[in-house]
């Protein structure tokens, strides 16, 4: 068994290489940007790439690297059916539609005259969101007609940049007031207005396209549901003070045994099976009761569930103790290998 690793520091890999050390597992650290990547990883058995929708090197290399050696039969995490959609929330809209997913009401439009006339019989607030971005960044409360025909108008005009330097600011500010930042984060903030990071630069703008969705009111917190293979964790994310968001808010608290709606589980399960993921994030809120999705991804914090009591199995049983979901990643494609040769 040969495994190799593309290393981007605070990110899976760094559990990744600590698991090939604890089983004596052979593996490599490999620079998936060299040219002949490809020729280098003909001999291992597994490739893995926690690819950051941050880096704009990420971005336009992963993706082909990592389908390129699935087509040739090497298991790579992430492969094509986990990763074709990550950080494309207009992707998302038609995966979880297709599978009948709950997903929250959502709106794409492609051409200006049908959004203006859309705009002008929907009702409001409506979220607003460009198909990139996480922790809940450029994601904006739409309250009315007129804000709306502005986005519209600058979506079919000079576009979004990736980087929203005032709200970028805004959110370390806002950090700051309730102690989850530190002065100095405020003012990285404040330059950030005026000194754009590499990503943004090298990013072309999002034009062409306007995303809307549903806007629920009066929700305190979401639900993030983690599937990886077949277990499954979680943990509520409140949202921030004064604020609708929750994702990158930093106030959650870890779902137990007893503290989870089983038919949320029993969504997460069913959307992982026919997406067909290997490891499947889901966000969730409530409608009248009724959960309904936001959105999906691959990835998380690499952090996140560290604190969880346990973990369910997909007949939803319930086991207890902490765990490591980047083992898992590892140990679930050694198993498949194994199948394989079996």
């Keep these: 068994m040969k495994i190799a690793i593309h290393h981007n520091p605070n990110s899976f890999s760094e559990r990744w290489i600590k698991y090939c050390e604890e089983k004596n597992i052979d593996y490599k650290i490999v620079n ?5 990547i490809i020729e280098q990883l003909k001999d291992y ?32 995490f992430p492969d094509f059916k986990t990763a074709w959609h990550f950080d494309d929330k207009v992707a998302q809209k038609y995966l979880l539609e297709a599978i009948n997913a709950p ?21 409001y607030p409506k979220v607003f969101k460009l198909k990139g971005g996480a922790g809940a ?24 940049s990736q980087f929203d330097r005032l709200g970028y600011f805004k959110e370390r500010y806002s950090k700051f007031k ?12 404040l330059a950030r207005i005026f000194i754009i990071p590499e990503f943004a630069k090298k990013q072309p703008k999002d034009v062409g396209y306007i995303y809307f969705q549903e806007f629920i009111p009066g929700l305190d917190s979401d639900i993030r549901i983690q599937v990886i293979g077949n277990r499954i964790c979680g943990l509520k994310r409140f949202v921030r003070e004064n604020d609708f968001r929750a994702s990158g808010s930093g106030n959650f608290i870890e779902f137990n045994e007893k503290n989870i709606d089983k038919e949320i589980l029993n969504i997460a399960i069913k959307a992982k ?70």
């Design 32 to 36: 998936a940007f060299d040219n002949d």
């Design 45 to 76: 058995d597994i490739f893995m790439w926690h690819h950051h929708h941050g880096k704009f090197e990420d971005v336009i290399l992963a993706k082909k690297i990592l389908f390129s050696l699935e087509h040739a039969g090497v298991k790579v």
């Design 103 to 123: 997903l929250v009401p959502s709106y794409v439009f492609y051409d200006k005259e049908t959004a203006l006339n859309w705009a002008k019989n929907t009702s």
């Design 137 to 160: 960044s450029n994601v904006k409360l739409v309250r009315g007609y007129s804000q709306a025909v502005n986005l519209i108008n600058k979506a079919f005009g000079r576009g979004f």
């Design 178 to 189: 309730s102690g989850k930042d530190s002065f100095l984060g405020v003012i990285k903030g």
């Design 273 to 342: 099976r026919k997406i067909n993921s290997q490891c499947l994030t889901i966000d969730f809120i409530y409608k009248n009761n009724k959960p309904m999705v936001v959105e999906v991804s691959y990835g998380f914090p690499t952090k996140f569930y560290d604190n969880c009591e346990g973990y369910w199995d997909e007949k939803l049983v319930w086991h207890k103790g902490n765990f490591n979901p980047q083992y898992w990643m590892i140990e679930n494609l050694i198993k498949e290998i194994e199948n394989d040769q079996y």
